[in-house]
Each structure stands twice: as structure tokens, then as C-alpha cells.
């Protein structure tokens, strides 16, 4: 007979509702903020108001879920930020010289694949700290920028002709049928993910290099190998969503994709809010840059800036953190 057949009915429901308070009552709790800001600013859920949140919630997706995997094997990416910067500058100047417009999409992911091989190479196989190691890449990729741009100059496209910028602009500013184009390319980014870290080899051995990295090793996996590549995909979607940002906005700038840092780290820990485990999950990164994404939306449209986004962000993070602690203790 179970302990908990021994119970009085409403002290079996009492641990039930507890129970479910502790797996998904900050879900819940999010849902209840976006109510208010529906409540309080009517527009919030109108059908022009969600697809400007899927646009922008898009490409925090994408960088966010190469973040995802290097978290899941006990990594973490400072660099991400700065190489969606990069790529989107070289994207912008490689549109306003004239050159092929495969060339402005190719260039830019070949960029972040390099700059994934590095991540690589140093924290895989020379063994710096993650943490240090991207921190200094990051700061590299500035300086970069910054002699590239003259000092921070912004590489400025919607005021080209639009014979020059209109297949490039297309990706953020149009249409593919009914649905804008940039949330088709951040859903068949997010199968893609999806697929690779559910159903291969490499999902299998992420998930034992996060786990325990001795036992991993025991088991024959190629700890460094399974490493590396998180940062080489971290990399590669940095960039996809670097050039994605700027054809959305037909500027690039030295700086302009840092502030999607934060907001990649917490849809990245807002997901685990959606395991049971609170362990971070593609579905669950997917969940939190939404939440982001109406989170800010919501903001803007009550006449809160910047301080209050950050300061949300922040509490959310401590928040999934604290949430996933106690679920694993438990």
C-alpha cells in the first residue's frame, strides 16, 4: 500500500495542487503577466501586434537555441551576441558594394562557422573556460568591427535604391504566402534543432557530456568532439541571426545585436521552466523567447523602456534558476 493511499483525500489533493504548483506554476505565472498586459493594453493580442512579437521573437530563437546546446553539455557562449553583429555588418557591406546577393547570405554564415571552429578548438581541445574563453573572442569580434566600421559607423541599407536591397530585405521584411518570412526561417530552424538534438547520435552524446562527463568518457564518447561542435552550431546560428536582424531592420552597427544577449541567455533558462527536471530543452527555448518577445512588446507598449526589460530579464533568469534548483533537489 502507497504512503499516499494513507492520506486524507483533501491532504492527497493538497500535495497534487503543490505539486503542480512547483512544475508549472511560474508557466502559469507568465501567462498571468501577459494577461495584464493584455488587459491593460487591448492591442497587445491583435493579429498585426503577434506577428511583429514572432518576427522579433525569431531571431532571438535562433541564437538562443545554439546557446541551448552548448548549455546543455555545461558550456556557456559570451560570443554569440558579438558574432550576429559581425556577420550582419559584413552582410550589410557586402549589399551596399554590390556583390551577389548569395554572397551577403553565404559570407556571413561562413563567418560564424569560423568563429564557431575557434570557440572550438580553444575550449574543447586547449581547454580554456568557456566562460573566459568566449569572453575574449567577444572582445576580439569588437575590435574587428570597430576598425571595419570606423569607429562604430552604422551600415546604413534602407536608403539604397531598392534595386540594390530588395532581395536582401525580403528575408525580414516580406511575405512567404500568409506567414511573414522570417518565422518560416525560425520555425525550419527550430525542426531542424529540434530534430538534430532529439533524434541523433549527437543528442544522445550532448546529453552524456552534460550529464557527467566521466561517464560520458567511460562510454567511449568523444567528449571533445561532441564540445566543440555545440560551439561551431552556436556559431553558424549567431550568424543566421545576425543577418536575419538586419534585413529586418536595414541597419547594421558595430553593438547592435548585444542587447539579444541577455534575451538569448533568458529564453535559454526560461525554458527549463517547462521540464520537469527544469533541465533546458529545445521546446522549452522555444517557449521562453516567445515570452520574451511579448514580454518586451508588452513594455514597449505600456511606455517602459530599456531599465524595465533588463531588470525583468534579470529576475526572470535568478527566477529559472532558483525554480530548477529546487526541482532538482527535489
Same mark, same amino acid.
Given at each position: ?228 561542435? !555545440? ?39 526560461? !525554458? ?59
Amino acid at each position: 500500500m502507497s504512503v499516499s493511499s494513507n492520506l486524507p483525500k483533501s491532504s492527497t489533493a493538497s500535495i497534487s495542487v503543490l505539486g503542480l504548483l512547483r512544475d508549472y506554476g511560474a508557466i502559469l505565472g507568465m501567462i498571468v503577466v501577459l494577461g495584464i498586459f493584455w488587459y491593460l493594453k487591448p492591442a497587445f493580442l491583435s493579429a498585426a501586434n503577434i506577428e511583429n512579437v514572432f518576427r522579433q521573437s525569431g531571431i532571438v530563437m535562433i541564437m538562443a537555441l545554439g546557446l541551448t546546446i552548448v548549455m546543455k553539455m555545461r558550456g556557456v557562449d559570451l560570443s554569440i551576441a558579438q558574432t550576429a553583429d559581425a556577420a550582419g555588418l559584413i552582410a550589410a557591406m557586402l549589399i551596399i558594394a554590390k556583390y551577389p546577393i548569395w554572397m551577403a547570405f553565404a559570407l556571413p554564415l561562413l563567418f560564424g562557422l569560423v568563429v564557431g571552429l575557434v570557440n572550438a578548438v580553444l575550449m574543447a581541445y586547449v581547454g580554456i573556460p568557456a566562460i573566459i574563453g568566449t569572453l575574449g573572442m567577444m572582445f576580439i569580434i569588437r575590435w574587428g568591427e570597430l576598425m571595419a566600421t570606423n569607429g562604430a559607423e552604422p551600415q546604413i541599407l534602407f536608403t539604397l535604391p531598392r534595386s540594390v536591397t530588395r532581395d536582401f530585405l525580403w528575408l525580414g521584411q516580406k511575405d512567404l504566402g500568409p506567414v511573414a518570412a522570417l518565422i518560416v526561417l525560425a520555425l525550419v530552424v527550430f525542426l531542424v534543432v529540434f530534430v538534430v538534438m532529439r533524434f541523433t547520435p549527437f543528442a544522445r552524446y550532448a546529453k552524456a557530456v552534460g550529464s557527467n562527463v566521466r561517464a560520458a568518457f567511460l562510454a567511449g564518447i568523444d567528449i571533445r568532439l561532441t564540445f566543440g561542435l !555545440g560551439f561551431v552550431i552556436a556559431g553558424v546560428l549567431a550568424a543566421l541571426a545576425g543577418v536575419a536582424l538586419v534585413s529586418r531592420t536595414g541597419i547594421a552597427m558595430p553593438r547592435g545585436a548585444e542587447p539579444f544577449l541577455l534575451d538569448a541567455f533568458a529564453a535559454a533558462y526560461l !525554458g527549463t521552466l517547462a521540464s520537469r527536471q527544469g533541465e533546458m530543452s529545445i521546446p522549452g527555448t522555444l517557449m521562453g523567447a516567445l515570452f520574451i518577445g511579448f514580454l518586451s512588446n508588452g513594455l514597449t507598449l505600456l511606455g517602459l523602456g530599456a531599465p524595465y526589460r533588463y531588470a525583468l530579464n534579470g529576475g526572470f533568469i535568478l527566477l529559472a534558476m532558483a525554480i530548477g534548483a529546487l526541482k532538482r533537489k527535489n
